[in-house]
Nanobody, 114 residues
């Protein structure tokens, strides 16, 4: 089972940017779809963005045009570039496969102040 470690979160003002990274313990080349999820306080975990092995991406409506997901198969890493951040983006961000097939890591906290 691949292990995933998220990093890159932090505190940022509204309108700012962050780049999240998800490092895998083994090759992700064979994994068809990788995804970023987020969980805000008191809410269920939501799917934010997905990227297929061939590079096709999909986004949650509320982040489309602001977030960009990418994957570096050579370095076993998935990224989430987040621009024009809003307070409602505040959450713990996790990466996993789609559907989720590996244990959830600790995630990385993103806090956007107004």
């Amino acid at each position: 089972q691949v292990q995933l470690v998220e990093s890159g979160g932090g505190l940022v003002q509204a309108g700012g940017s962050l780049r999240l990274s998800c490092a895998a313990s083994r090759s992700i080349f064979s994994i068809n779809t990788m995804a970023w999820y987020r969980q805000a306080p008191g809410k269920q975990r939501d799917l934010v963005a997905t990227i297929a092995r061939g590079g096709t991406t999909h986004y949650k409506d509320s982040v489309r045009g602001r977030f960009t997901i990418s994957r570096d198969n050579a370095n076993n890493t998935v990224y989430l570039q987040m621009n024009s951040l809003k307070p409602e983006d505040t959450a713990v961000y996790h990466c996993n496969t789609l559907p989720p097939r590996t244990s959830w890591g600790q995630g990385t906290q993103v806090t956007v102040s107004s």
